[in-house]
């Protein structure tokens, strides 16, 4: 999920607009988290990559019997 969509419950507003401390504190922190290798990867294109690799791995083991 991305903080773009997230509403604060302390102030009501969109996370990303940081209006109070609670906003601010959980934009960084998510900021922090999304530092991952797979951060900028879509959850549809992670499911596309996991297809292929089970396809591939298929085949492998279809050529090796």
């Known amino acids: 999920m991305t903080y773009d969509r997230l509403v604060c419950a302390n102030c009501a507003a969109p996370v990303t607009e940081g209006r109070c401390p609670v906003c601010r504190a959980s ?3 998510m900021r922090e988290q999304g ?5 900028g990867i879509s959850p549809a294109a992670l499911a596309a990559l996991l297809v292929v690799l089970l396809a591939a791995l298929a085949l492998l083991a279809h050529q090796t019997v």
């Open 27 to 29: 934009r960084e922190r």
């Open 35 to 39: 530092q991952g290798p797979f951060a």
